[in-house]
T-cell receptor, first 115, second 111 residues
C-alpha cells in the first residue's frame, strides 16, 4: 500500500535537546512538506521540498531544520532554538508541488511534547 | 493572508445540512478542502480550481467564486461520520503552489 509514514507517533523531549521526526513516503512524489498544528489553529508551513537536495523555508522555519537526501524521505529536526516546540507535526507529499492544484496527502502525524 | 473560515463551529443533527465558507483577500488559483478527526491526519475531500474544474468527494459538494475569492463546502444529509474539523487550504495566484490553511471549522453531528 502506498502512503506516508511518520514516526514516532508520540515523542517527549527535555528542554534544550534536539529531536528528529521521521517522514517517509512510497508514493513516488517529488514534493514533501512539514506543517505544525497548534490547538485551534490551522496548519502552518515549516519547510517544503520539491526536489532532492533542495528545500525552502515556509512561514515558521525558525528553530527547525530539514534535509532531503532521498526522494522518499524528509526528516525534520526540532532544535533547541525553537522556543515553543510542543505541537502536532504533520508531514505531507504531493506529485510535484508546482502551481495548479497539486493535492497534498498527509501522514498520521507526530505529537511532540517538551517537558 | 490566512483565509478566513466561517462558522468557527457548528452542531447538527443527523440528516441536517451545513455550509462552510472560506474567504481570501488574495487572488486564488485553487482551494483545497480537508477533514480532520481529532489526533489524526487531515484527509483530502475536494479541490476547486480556477476556471471551474471541480474534483473530489461524491457525497460532498463545493463551489468556488473566483470574483469574490470565496469557496463554500456543502454537506447535505449529514451523517455521524461527517464530524470533525474542516480546513480549507488556498493556493494563491503566482505562488509556487503552496497552500495556506484557514483555522478550521469544527463540525459536530449528533444522533
Amino acid at each position: 500500500d502506498g502512503g506516508i509514514t511518520q514516526s514516532p507517533k508520540y515523542l517527549f523531549r527535555k528542554e534544550g535537546q534536539n529531536v528528529t521526526l521521521s517522514c517517509e513516503q512510497n508514493l513516488n512524489h517529488d514534493a514533501m512538506y512539514w506543517y505544525r498544528q497548534d490547538p485551534g489553529q490551522g496548519l502552518r508551513l515549516i519547510y517544503y521540498s520539491q526536489i532532492v537536495n533542495d528545500f525552502q523555508k515556509g512561514d515558521i522555519a525558525e528553530g527547525y531544520s530539514v534535509s532531503r537526501e532521498k526522494k522518499e524521505s524528509f526528516p525534520l529536526t526540532v532544535t533547541s532554538a525553537q522556543k515553543n516546540p510542543t505541537a502536532f507535526y504533520l508531514c505531507a507529499s504531493s506529485i510535484d508541488g508546482g502551481p495548479g492544484g497539486d493535492t497534498q496527502y498527509f501522514g498520521p502525524g507526530t505529537r511532540l511534547t517538551v517537558l | 493572508q490566512q483565509p478566513v473560515q466561517s462558522p468557527q463551529a457548528v452542531i447538527l443533527r443527523e440528516g441536517e445540512d451545513a455550509v462552510i465558507n472560506c474567504s481570501s483577500s488574495k487572488a486564488l488559483y485553487s482551494v483545497h478542502w480537508y477533514r480532520q478527526k481529532h489526533g489524526e491526519a487531515p484527509v483530502f475531500l475536494m479541490i476547486l480550481l480556477k476556471g471551474g474544474e471541480q474534483k473530489g468527494h461524491d457525497k460532498i459538494s463545493a463551489s468556488f467564486n473566483e470574483k469574490k475569492q470565496q469557496s463554500s463546502l456543502y454537506l447535505t444529509a449529514s451523517q455521524l461520520s461527517y464530524s470533525g474539523t474542516y480546513f480549507c487550504g488556498t493556493e494563491r495566484v503566482g505562488s509556487q503552489g503552496n497552500l495556506i490553511f484557514g483555522k478550521g471549522t469544527k463540525l459536530s453531528v449528533k444522533p
